[in-house]
């Protein structure tokens, strides 16, 4: 496990020679709890950023904000606040706050990473996400901490910024050192271009160095579009149980496409569309993994 510096803790297109793997047989067991629905459109009545919103209200924004924005007011889990941005550019967003939409913005020129998500109900969507900065932390994309993350069509690209260095660079990544685990996920449709490392790093809270409470279960990667450039694995699991690894084009290259390290358990992975820069599409990184596994012959 590699920690992350804490301190903001707080479309699918095909590419050329790409080849399909599909996986038929037993069908997916039932999982543990329910997936989330996304959230219905913002109301077309928008308040301005000065305002403060109540549950079901919009609050939309324009232009080019000089400084992060920090969202600290959510709403409801029928009704949350949406932050609308219009293609808005902005430096960086940090939402701290449950039951929010965060849709429609350009993070761009924010340090250490894009878009930082903690809370519950929190739905990133819609959003493009480039030259992320480094600060002395790792640079990602997207980070996201909380029950309910919902991490859907957002476009990650030219995402090294200045003075990059020799930085681990993910596109969307999640681990649980200070806060519990993130269950009930669904990451969907994203498309991340040249990423250095992983497309997605997820380590839940049993995982080294975790905090050991809650759990990581019952989430759903599908239909996202991952060029990504690690030399072991484009997706790695620590400690993620009951996903579902579905319809997504693997265009990177690596030793794997997906990695199930330990106690990943419950795994299935099918109908992914495996590029030839891989030598092959699902590897065990830990034994444990292996349970419950539906899916390619892995390693």
């Known amino acids: 496990m590699v920690l992350r510096g804490l301190g903001i803790l707080v479309a699918v297109l095909m590419s050329t020679g790409v080849v399909a793997c599909s996986t038929a047989g037993t069908p997916a067991p039932a999982r543990p709890g329910t997936l989330p629905s996304p959230p219905a459109a913002a109301p077309e009545r928008c308040l301005t950023p000065d305002q403060t919103p109540a549950p079901g209200d919009a609050v939309c ?16 889990a029928d009704a949350p606040v949406f932050y609308r941005g219009n293609g808005a550019v902005v430096p960086g967003i940090r939402v701290q706050a449950d039951n929010v939409v965060v849709e429609g913005f350009v993070s761009k020129g924010a340090d250490s990473t894009g878009i930082v998500a ?12 480039t030259e992320v900065n480094y600060d002395g932390d790792d640079v990602d994309a997207i980070r996201f901490f909380g029950d309910g993350a919902q991490i859907l069509n957002n476009h990650v ?11 681990h660079v ?20 994203n498309r991340c271009e040249d990423i ?17 409470e809650g759990v990581s279960r019952n989430w759903l990667f ?6 990504s450039h690690a030399e072991a694995q484009s997706v790695a699991l620590e400690d993620i149980q009951d996903v579902t690894i579905s319809n997504n084009e693997m265009a990177g290259e690596g030793n794997k496409a997906f990695a199930l390290g330990k ?14 820069g891989y030598g092959r599409e699902v590897g065990f ?15």
């Not at 599908?222 to 060029?227: F, L, P, T, V």
């Not at 990184?285 to 012959?297: F, H, L, T, V, W």
């Open 61 to 76: 924004f324009s232009g080019e904000l000089e400084e992060p924005l920090e969202i600290t007011t959510g709403g409801t």
């Open 118 to 129: 903690v809370g519950e109900n929190i739905t990133v969507r819609h959003n493009e996400i």
């Open 157 to 167: 690209y030219d995402l090294e910024g200045s003075d990059i260095e020799d930085s």
């Open 170 to 189: 993910d596109c969307i990544q999640t681990f649980a050192v200070e806060l519990p685990g993130s269950s009930n996920v669904v990451i969907q449709g």
């Open 196 to 212: 250095r490392a992983q497309c997605l790093m997820a380590e839940g809270p049993n995982d080294e160095g975790g905090s050991g």
């Open 222 to 227: 599908d239909g996202n579009y991952c060029e």
């Open 263 to 276: 106690d990943s358990t419950g795994v299935i992975v099918r109908d992914n569309r495996i590029g030839p």
């Open 285 to 299: 990184d830990d034994p444990s993994a292996e349970q419950g596994y539906q899916g390619p012959p892995a390693e």
